[in-house]
Structure formats: structure tokens, C-alpha cells
């Protein structure tokens, strides 16, 4: 019979299934992993990248439960968010019947797979008791002052009065309809992510050669911790009256270069800017352009060209008593540090590049060969009085105490990371639980009163929040005073959602309905052992979902500090050169695979073209050689004998034998290493195959028998379904099980070495191939020792794996 992969992939698949191969045991005795690879958006369809992640992941989850762990490996679909909306509006379909239909359709896909999930654990974050859970989540987190409403800058798009990510904004304008986005002042939902800065910060050193480098620091920059110097320069007398402020306050990492200001930057929302404006000191043009300014996202400002204006009015150096002149430039954030720059264009690009533009001094006061811009933070001090000569590092130290001493200036810590706004005015998410009441202000809903629903009769036009418009449904009762009141029509970011999703796999699915999560469970199950996803998620999902799970910790349902023990970030599937999107149309679709190869060929394929870090080209060849490679697998063990096992000797076996099955040995050894810590799968399908091309000009069934045995165990956990069958067919074996590795297989045989002296053949011996060169050529003397008698040896010649020969006098 020929390979069809279609026949032998459903047969598992039922079998798997019917058996609940799968299942995570409830023994908590037993050694536990816990492989979980990031969960789908229910897009519509599973593309490669998902087939990537999901294969790394399933090859793990199969190894350790073949090596006997307990092995948890769930899945769940991350299924709040804005494409649903979209979709609604553009198919006329309800956002929820559009997100169940693809789940159910992608849980298809996948399990055609063979991926081993839990089928008792599937989720999906917008289920009724996901929510009301994560809503009793969030309101302990804000009876624990960790959640909190502020007014804050967003993004607005006036045509649609809608709030929009800053994803949404495209060259300042509404991704949607093309109107001018403004910055607007909203109240929100905050959560106080900055609580927990300096741990989030610290416990990166936990995760240390176990996550990817690149991701640590990412997260550290996010995060940004930096150490300088704040202090005060006066504004010269003529400017207090203008400015209404007697003085302003700067940031600086930098406070050896203290000499070197040539002006003072500040951001276009600085108080000072704002008096100027109030009292109209500035010409029309350039009062417009700081509001313009003032409406460009962060992003924008970070990335827009270099503008600024002089503002008229001058501050006081603080130890050089000079006059500096006030400017504003775009580039300056007014939530960093004090809002304002000392500017030193000599030693920083930035502000290099705008005192060229704009013509201003650049003063040197660091010493350098090298041209300005300098920005090293190395060298000796110049035009900087009495701290000329001494190294920058020093005199930073000595400015800030003077300054410090003369109480004009302090050190301090500035972060970046800011608190997280999780306000989002859409209806496809998890409606904020909490009441606007007039008499008793914002008031969480009653935790009886869970979960806070959506209403299903809405209108979704992409203008204004559906929940908001509702006739009926924001109506309540406040929890407190008992008047009418207001729900909050606002929902969660769907990062939320996603941010103890591990968590609650790890909770008793049996106690889903009842609780957050139950400790017993989590406690057993909890941290994930190896976390596979997108290197997208570098940053907001693993950073949101470290701080969640420091969050349940400090309420008392877990314990570990850190969510995820191991992170492997794989890397892209691409398609000539690019990445696969619909938009290039260079998209393959797995279905299509699957249908005319099967999910083993498909599943062989992605581990063996790339290591899983690296980025992965698709190349058509190489999905045909995989099926090939099965196809062949699968036909040399039609001819394996089935009726008995035969027994299988080392010392009975002839040189090809004995390196093909050491071939077959020293791939079983790599699958451990290669499971177990470096996940390069390619290098250990490529020991399968070595071994099976040496095996091919072996001719001993014995052989033949255990080899198979053993690659078809290797192999299980990337290509299960023709594994399964084939161990079932031959061995009558239905399970893996760790096998080990055998010694005698790796004792290469002994050597023959024949000892000449003077050329002439003296004695002939047996060495072990291990021995090194040194007992070899004792073990050569002591053979010919006789001959040797009276004589020096005036050379040794070695030929390596065959002669001694020895020169004598
Ligand atoms: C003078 C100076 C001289 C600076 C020099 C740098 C180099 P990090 O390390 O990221 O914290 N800065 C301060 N507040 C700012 C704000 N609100 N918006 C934009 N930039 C701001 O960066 C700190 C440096 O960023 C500070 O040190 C300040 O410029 C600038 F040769 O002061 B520095
Ligand atoms: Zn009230």
C-alpha cells in the first residue's frame, strides 16, 4: 500500500480524539509541563505563521508527554477586538456570529493539524464567564488602587467621533474616512502599570539566557529607567513678566555638558507656552503651529522633521550666569522629565541637528578629536570654569553636588513606560464593570451583578460607541445609593483579555464558572515551562502579562513572580522575500497544504527549512522533498518484517551495520538535546535522514526492526500521524515512550595497528579507536620492545588508524 497521508490523518485524528489522548491528568503528583504557544485572533482563517507557532509548540507538548510528564498544552481564542466590528460593517453581520463562526471553523483547522491540545480546556476570551471573571479581576484591581480614571490625551477623529489606536492613525489622518486626527482630552480607565516598574525591571535578570536577548531588551528600554539630574534655571526679568513663572524646571542625563547650552527646548504643552499663548505674546503663525504641534500624536512628533520657534523670552544659566534663549520644538514630550531640554548641541544629535536648522550657537565642552556632534560620554572637560580638566563622568557627579549643595537642582529617576489606558469607546469588547452615578461618582458593580453584558440589538456604523447609543442598555441602578445610574459604556482593551489567559488554562476548567481561577491547579500547573509566539508581542502582551501575573500574585491566586519560565520568539514565514499577506498576495494557505500533501507533510516542512527563531522562506521544492521523505518513510516500513521481533546483538554485527546504527543512536541522542534546549528541529530531522540512508545499504531485518522503532519514536512529535500509524503496524505499539540510548553503540571498534621498525614489519596489535595518540605509541614500544634492546629511537612516524613505525640507531 502508498502513503495517503489524507486516510491515516483522519484515523488518528478520530482515534486521538475518541481516546482523549490528550487530556492533562488531574494527578498533581506527577512531573508537569506546561507548553503553551500564543492564542489566535479568530481572523477567519489559520495563515502559515499560525501553523509555525502551533508546530514548535506541539512538538514540545509530544516530547514531554512522551518522556512521561503531565503535559498541559491548551489552546483558546483571543476573540474581543475591533476586526469583528469591521466586519460587522462591512458584511452586515454580528460581530458575535462572525467570531463564533470562525472559531469553529479555525478549531477545525487546527485540529486537522494534529495539534495535541486539550479539548477540554478551549477557550475564548469573550465567552460570558471569561468576562465576568476578568470584570471581578479589574474591579479588585481597582478597589487595590491598581486601576484608576484620569483625563488623558487620545487620539479623535472628529467624522467618525470616534477614538482611535494609534495604529489607526495613518499620516495623521483617520485610517477609516481620512479626516485630520486631533489630540483630544477623555477621561479613562487607567491601569497602574507603573506600580510595579522597578520589579518588572529587576526580574528581567530571572529571565536571562531563557528569554530571547532581543525581547529583554526591548522591554528594558520600554520600561527606561534613567538616572540624571533635575534643576531650575531662572527666567531673566523681562521673561517672568511675559511667561507668568518665575522659573523653569529641566531633565538631564547629561549634567556634565551643563556648559554647553546653547537653549532651552520645550515641549509644545509646556505651562510657560500656554501663558504665552493665553496672553497672545506670540505672532499668529507661530501660535498656530505649536497647536498643530499639540495635535500630532507622540509618534509623529518623534519621527516628524525638527521644528521649533524661538518663544522671546530668555532663562538664567544657573552656574555661568549666561542668558539662554526659550524655544519650543516638537521633539521635546511633555510627559518626560519636566517637559523641557537644556539643549547641547555640541555633544547630542538632536540637538545638533535643530541648532544647524535654526542656526543657534553649539558650544564644545568635552574635548575630542573626533567631529561634532560628540556624544561619547568619555573625555576632559573644556570651557566649563572651574570643572575644565576633569573626566565627564566626574564632573557630572561634582555638578550635580554643587547644584545640588546650592539646592538649585536633585537627582532623579525618569521612566518611560506609562500607565496602560484600557478604555477603548467600541462594543466588541468586555464592557468595563463600573457605575456613573451622580450622587456617589464612579462606583464597581456588584460582584453578584456579573458578568456585565453586551446587548445584542445594536447598530454598528463605525461612528460613535454602539454601547453608548443604546436606548436602554447603559441604564442601572448605582450599587451604592440605589438611584438610577449610569454604566459605564466604555470596554477593555483586548490586551486585558490577554494578559491572564495562561493563567486561567492553568485553573480547574471544572471550576471555570465559579471562580477567577482555583489556587490548587494553578499552583500545580503554573509557571508556563515554554512559551511560544510572535516577536510582535515583544513588548505589550509579555510585558501587560508579566505585570498581570505580579498582580494575581500580590491578590493571593498564585505565587510565582513570572508567568512564562521560557520564551522562544519564532521567527517569519515569508514568500519571495516578503512577509505573507493578503495585500501582497503571497499568501499560502494551509487548508490547501494540508489537502494535497497532509499535516505531516506540512508540519515536516516548517521544522525542517528553518531553525524556529529564524525567519523561514517558503520554497515549494522543498515542501514537495518532505512529502517525498514520508512517502519513502512509510514504504520501507511496508517492507519491515511484522510477524516477530527479532533479536538484535552488537558483536554480530559488520561495519555497515554497526555505523548505521550508531547513526540511529546518535540521532535518539540529539532529539534530546534538541527537544529538551536548542529547538533546532531541522538538524535532528536531518540526523533521521542520515541514518536512514546508511541504513539503506545495510541488509539485517533485526536491524532494520529497531532502527525503525526508534526513528519513528524521534520523529512523533513532527510528523505524529504517519508515526502513530507505522509504530501501530509494526510494532503493535499505540504509545511513545522514552527510549534510551545504548552504550555499546557508541564503542567504535578496535583499531589493527601494525608496529615497523626501520621500515621492516615487527608486531601487530588491537587498540580500542578511542585510545589517544600517546598510548598508542607506548602500547607500539611495548610490542616491540625486543628490538629495541640497546638501540635509540631517533623517530616516530605515526599513520594514523594503521602504522607505527620507528626509526632506530
Ligand atoms: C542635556 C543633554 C546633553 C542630554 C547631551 C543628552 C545629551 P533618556 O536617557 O532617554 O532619559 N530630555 C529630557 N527631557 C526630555 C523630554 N521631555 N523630551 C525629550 N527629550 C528630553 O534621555 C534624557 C535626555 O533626553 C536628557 O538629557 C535630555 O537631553 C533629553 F549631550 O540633557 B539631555
Ligand atoms: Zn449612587
Given at each position: 500500500?502508498?502513503?495517503?497521508?489524507s486516510?491515516?490523518?483522519?484515523?488518528?485524528?478520530?482515534?486521538?480524539?475518541?481516546?482523549?489522548?490528550?487530556?492533562?491528568?488531574?494527578?498533581?503528583?506527577?512531573?508537569?509541563?506546561?507548553?503553551?504557544?500564543?492564542?489566535?485572533?479568530?481572523?477567519?482563517?489559520?495563515?502559515?505563521?499560525?501553523?509555525?507557532?502551533?508546530?514548535i509548540?506541539?512538538?514540545?507538548?509530544?516530547?514531554?508527554?512522551?518522556?512521561?510528564?503531565?503535559?498541559?498544552?491548551?489552546?483558546?481564542f483571543?476573540?474581543?477586538?475591533?476586526?469583528?466590528?469591521?466586519?460587522?460593517?462591512?458584511?452586515?453581520?454580528?460581530?458575535?456570529?462572525?467570531?463564533?463562526?470562525?472559531?469553529?471553523?479555525?478549531?477545525?483547522?487546527?485540529?486537522?493539524?494534529?495539534?495535541?491540545?486539550s479539548?477540554?480546556?478551549?477557550?475564548?476570551?469573550s465567552?460570558?464567564?471569561?468576562?465576568?471573571?476578568?470584570?471581578?479581576?479589574?474591579?479588585?484591581?481597582?478597589?487595590?488602587?491598581?486601576?484608576?480614571?484620569?483625563?488623558?490625551?487620545?487620539?479623535?477623529?472628529?467624522?467618525?467621533?470616534?477614538?482611535?489606536?494609534?495604529?489607526?492613525?495613518?499620516?495623521?489622518?483617520?485610517?477609516?474616512?481620512?479626516?485630520?486626527?486631533?489630540?483630544?482630552?477623555?477621561?479613562?480607565?487607567?491601569?497602574?502599570?507603573?506600580?510595579?516598574?522597578?520589579e518588572?525591571?529587576?526580574?528581567?535578570?530571572?529571565?536571562?539566557?531563557?528569554?530571547?536577548?532581543?525581547?529583554?531588551?526591548?522591554?528594558?528600554?520600554?520600561?527606561?529607567?534613567?538616572?540624571?539630574?533635575?534643576?531650575?534655571?531662572?527666567?531673566?526679568?523681562?521673561?517672568?513678566?511675559?511667561?507668568?513663572?518665575?522659573?523653569?524646571?529641566?531633565?538631564?542625563?547629561?549634567?556634565?555638558?551643563?556648559?554647553?547650552?546653547?537653549?532651552?527646548?520645550?515641549?509644545?504643552?509646556?505651562?510657560?507656552?500656554?501663558?504665552?499663548?493665553?496672553?497672545?505674546?506670540?505672532?499668529?503663525?507661530?501660535?498656530?503651529?505649536?497647536?498643530?504641534?499639540?495635535?500630532?500624536?507622540?509618534?509623529?512628533?518623534?519621527?516628524?522633521?525638527?521644528e521649533?520657534?524661538?518663544?522671546?523670552?530668555?532663562?538664567?544659566?544657573p552656574?555661568?550666569?549666561?542668558?539662554?534663549?526659550?524655544?519650543?520644538?516638537?521633539?521635546?514630550?511633555?510627559?518626560?522629565?519636566?517637559?523641557?531640554?537644556?539643549?547641547?548641541?555640541?555633544?547630542?544629535?538632536?540637538?545638533f541637528?535643530?541648532?544647524q536648522?535654526?542656526?543657534?550657537?553649539?558650544?564644545?565642552?568635552?574635548?575630542?578629536?573626533?567631529?561634532?556632534?560628540?556624544t561619547?560620554?568619555?573625555?576632559?572637560?573644556?570651557?566649563?570654569?572651574e570643572?575644565?580638566?576633569?573626566?565627564?563622568?566626574?564632573?557630572?557627579?561634582?555638578?550635580?553636588?554643587?547644584?545640588?549643595?546650592?539646592?538649585i537642582?536633585?537627582?532623579?529617576?525618569?521612566?518611560?513606560?506609562?500607565?496602560?489606558?484600557?478604555?477603548?469607546?467600541?462594543?466588541?469588547?468586555?464592557?468595563?464593570?463600573?457605575?456613573?452615578?451622580?450622587?456617589?461618582?464612579?462606583?464597581?458593580?456588584?460582584?453578584?451583578?456579573?458578568?456585565?453584558?453586551?446587548?445584542?440589538?445594536?447598530?454598528?456604523?463605525?461612528?460613535?460607541?454602539?454601547?453608548?447609543?443604546?436606548?436602554?442598555?447603559?441604564?442601572?441602578?448605582?450599587?451604592?445609593?440605589?438611584?438610577?445610574?449610569q454604566?459605564?459604556?466604555?470596554?477593555?482593551?483586548?490586551?486585558?483579555?490577554?494578559?491572564?489567559?495562561?493563567?486561567?488554562?492553568?485553573?480547574?476548567?471544572?471550576?471555570?464558572?465559579?471562580?477567577?481561577?482555583?489556587?490548587?491547579?494553578?499552583?500545580?500547573?503554573?509557571n508556563?515551562?515554554?512559551?511560544?509566539?510572535?516577536?510582535?508581542?515583544?513588548?505589550?502582551?509579555?510585558?501587560?502579562?508579566?505585570?498581570?501575573?505580579?498582580?494575581?500574585?500580590?491578590?493571593?491566586?498564585?505565587?510565582?513572580?513570572?508567568?512564562?519560565?521560557?520564551?522562544?520568539?519564532?521567527?517569519?514565514?515569508?514568500?519571495?522575500?516578503a512577509?505573507?499577506?493578503?495585500?501582497?498576495?503571497?499568501?499560502?494557505?494551509?487548508?490547501?497544504?494540508?489537502?494535497?500533501?497532509?499535516a505531516d507533510?506540512?508540519?515536516?516542512?516548517?521544522?525542517?527549512?528553518?531553525?524556529?527563531?529564524?525567519?523561514?522562506?517558503?520554497?515549494?521544492?522543498?515542501?514537495?522533498?518532505?512529502?517525498?521523505?514520508?512517502?519513502?518513510?512509510?514504504?520501507?516500513a511496508?517492507?519491515?518484517?511484522?510477524?516477530?521481533?527479532?533479536?538484535?546483538?552488537?558483536?554480530?554485527?559488520?561495519?555497515?551495520?554497526?555505523?548505521?546504527?550508531?547513526?540511529?543512536?546518535?540521532?535518539?541522542?540529539?532529539s534530546?538535546?534538541?527537544?529538551?534546549?536548542?529547538?533546532?528541529?531541522?538538524?535532528?530531522?536531518?540526523?533521521?535522514?542520515?541514518?536512514?540512508?546508511?541504513?539503506?545499504?545495510?541488509?539485517?531485518?533485526?536491524?532494520?526492526?529497531?532502527?525503525?522503532?526508534?526513528?519513528?519514536?524521534?520523529?512523533?512529535?513532527?510528523?505524529?500521524?504517519?508515526?502513530?500509524?507505522?509504530?501501530?503496524?509494526?510494532?503493535?505499539?499505540?504509545?511513545?515512550?522514552?527510549?534510551?540510548?545504548?552504550?555499546?553503540?557508541?564503542?567504535?571498534?578496535?583499531?589493527?595497528?601494525?608496529?615497523?621498525?626501520?621500515?621492516k614489519?615487527?608486531?601487530?596489535?588491537?587498540?580500542?579507536?578511542?585510545?589517544?595518540?600517546?598510548?598508542?605509541?607506548?602500547?607500539?614500544?611495548?610490542?616491540?620492545?625486543?628490538?629495541?634492546e640497546?638501540?635509540?629511537?631517533?623517530?616516530?612516524?605515526?599513520?594514523?588508524?594503521?602504522?607505527?613505525?620507528?626509526?632506530?640507531?
Amino acid at each position: 500500500m502508498a502513503y495517503k497521508a489524507s486516510l491515516i490523518e483522519a484515523k488518528w485524528q478520530k482515534i486521538w480524539d475518541e481516546e482523549e489522548y490528550f487530556e492533562p491528568k488531574d494527578d498533581f503528583t506527577l512531573a508537569k509541563k506546561y507548553i503553551l504557544s500564543m492564542f489566535p485572533y479568530p481572523s477567519g482563517r489559520i495563515h502559515m505563521g499560525h501553523v509555525r507557532n502551533y508546530t514548535i509548540g506541539d512538538a514540545l507538548a509530544r516530547y514531554y508527554r512522551k518522556i512521561g510528564f503531565n503535559v498541559l498544552h491548551p489552546i483558546g481564542f483571543d476573540s474581543f477586538g475591533m476586526p469583528a466590528e469591521n466586519a460587522a460593517i462591512k458584511h452586515k453581520i454580528h460581530p458575535k456570529t462572525w467570531t463564533y463562526e470562525n472559531i469553529a471553523y479555525m478549531k477545525k483547522e487546527l485540529f486537522s493539524l494534529g495539534f495535541s491540545f486539550s479539548k477540554r480546556k478551549i477557550l475564548a476570551t469573550s465567552d460570558p464567564f471569561y468576562t465576568k471573571f476578568e470584570q471581578e479581576l479589574f474591579i479588585k484591581m481597582f478597589e487595590k488602587g491598581l486601576i484608576y480614571t484620569k483625563e488623558a490625551k487620545v487620539n479623535w477623529c472628529e467624522q467618525d467621533q470616534t477614538v482611535l489606536a494609534n495604529e489607526q492613525v495613518e499620516d495623521g489622518k483617520c485610517w477609516r474616512c481620512g479626516h485630520e486626527v486631533v489630540q483630544k482630552k477623555m477621561p479613562g480607565y487607567y491601569v497602574k502599570i507603573t506600580a510595579y516598574t522597578e520589579e518588572l525591571l529587576k526580574d528581567l535578570d530571572k529571565l536571562k539566557d531563557k528569554w530571547p536577548n532581543q525581547v529583554l531588551t526591548m522591554q528594558e528600554n520600554w520600561i527606561g529607567k534613567s538616572e540624571g539630574l533635575e534643576f531650575c534655571l531662572n527666567l531673566d526679568e523681562e521673561s517672568k513678566q511675559k511667561a507668568c513663572a518665575d522659573s523653569l524646571e529641566v531633565f538631564t542625563t547629561r549634567a556634565d555638558t551643563i556648559y554647553g547650552i546653547s537653549y532651552i527646548a520645550l515641549a509644545p504643552e509646556h505651562p510657560i507656552i500656554q501663558n504665552l499663548l493665553i496672553k497672545a505674546y506670540l505672532n499668529e503663525d507661530v501660535s498656530d503651529r505649536i497647536k498643530a504641534m499639540q495635535n500630532q500624536s507622540p509618534r509623529e512628533r518623534q519621527s516628524a522633521l525638527k521644528e521649533g520657534y524661538f518663544l522671546g523670552i530668555y532663562a538664567i544659566h544657573p552656574l555661568s550666569k549666561e542668558k539662554i534663549p526659550l524655544w519650543v520644538a516638537n521633539f521635546v514630550l511633555a510627559d518626560y522629565g519636566s517637559g523641557a531640554v537644556m539643549a547641547v548641541p555640541a555633544h547630542d544629535e538632536r540637538d545638533f541637528d535643530f541648532a544647524q536648522k535654526y542656526n543657534l550657537a553649539i558650544k564644545q565642552v568635552i574635548q575630542t578629536q573626533k567631529p561634532l556632534p560628540y556624544t561619547q560620554k568619555s573625555g576632559k572637560l573644556i570651557n566649563s570654569e572651574e570643572f575644565n580638566e576633569l573626566d565627564c563622568n566626574e564632573a557630572r557627579l561634582k555638578i550635580i553636588s554643587k547644584l545640588e549643595a546650592q539646592n538649585i537642582g536633585k537627582k532623579v529617576v525618569n521612566f518611560k513606560i506609562r500607565d496602560w489606558g484600557v478604555s477603548r469607546q467600541r462594543y466588541w469588547g468586555a464592557p468595563i464593570p463600573m457605575v456613573k452615578c451622580q450622587n456617589c461618582g464612579i462606583v464597581p458593580q456588584k460582584l453578584e451583578n456579573l458578568p456585565i453584558v453586551l446587548p445584542q440589538d445594536v447598530q454598528i456604523t463605525g461612528e460613535g460607541n454602539p454601547l453608548d447609543k443604546h436606548p436602554t442598555w447603559k441604564i442601572c441602578i448605582c450599587p451604592k445609593c440605589g438611584q438610577q445610574a449610569q454604566k459605564e459604556s466604555d470596554t477593555l482593551d483586548t490586551f486585558f483579555e490577554s494578559s491572564w489567559y495562561f493563567a486561567r488554562f492553568a485553573s480547574d476548567e471544572k471550576t471555570w464558572e465559579e471562580k477567577v481561577l482555583d489556587k490548587k491547579s494553578v499552583s500545580y500547573w503554573m509557571n508556563v515551562d515554554q512559551y511560544v509566539g510572535g516577536i510582535e508581542h515583544a513588548i505589550l502582551h509579555l510585558l501587560y502579562a508579566r505585570f498581570f501575573q505580579k498582580v494575581l500574585r500580590d491578590l493571593g491566586y498564585l505565587t510565582q513572580d513570572e508567568p512564562f519560565n521560557r520564551l522562544l520568539t519564532q521567527g517569519m514565514v515569508l514568500k519571495d522575500g516578503a512577509k505573507m499577506s493578503k495585500s501582497k498576495g503571497n499568501v499560502v494557505d494551509p487548508d490547501e497544504i494540508i489537502k494535497k500533501y497532509g499535516a505531516d507533510t506540512a508540519r515536516l516542512f516548517i521544522l525542517f527549512a528553518a531553525p524556529p527563531a529564524k525567519e523561514l522562506e517558503w520554497n515549494d521544492d522543498a515542501l514537495e522533498g518532505a512529502y517525498r521523505f514520508i512517502a519513502k518513510l512509510y514504504d520501507r516500513a511496508q517492507k519491515i518484517r511484522k510477524d516477530k521481533l527479532l533479536e538484535l546483538k552488537q558483536e554480530n554485527l559488520n561495519k555497515e551495520e554497526k555505523y548505521a546504527r550508531l547513526k540511529v543512536y546518535e540521532a535518539l541522542k540529539k532529539s534530546f538535546e534538541v527537544y529538551e534546549q536548542s529547538f533546532a528541529f531541522n538538524t535532528l530531522i536531518a540526523a533521521c535522514m542520515e541514518a536512514l540512508n546508511a541504513l539503506a545499504s545495510c541488509n539485517n531485518e533485526a536491524l532494520e526492526q529497531e532502527a525503525f522503532y526508534i526513528i519513528l519514536n524521534i520523529l512523533e512529535p513532527i510528523i505524529p500521524h504517519v508515526c502513530f500509524e507505522l509504530s501501530k503496524e509494526l510494532f503493535d505499539c499505540k504509545n511513545f515512550v522514552k527510549l534510551n540510548l545504548k552504550e555499546e553503540v557508541f564503542i567504535k571498534d578496535n583499531l589493527s595497528l601494525v608496529v615497523s621498525i626501520n621500515g621492516k614489519k615487527r608486531a601487530e596489535f588491537e587498540v580500542l579507536s578511542t585510545a589517544s595518540k600517546e598510548e598508542i605509541m607506548m602500547l607500539a614500544k611495548e610490542n616491540v620492545s625486543k628490538w629495541l634492546e640497546g638501540k635509540t629511537i631517533i623517530k616516530e612516524i605515526y599513520v594514523e588508524a594503521k602504522l607505527v613505525n620507528l626509526v632506530v640507531k
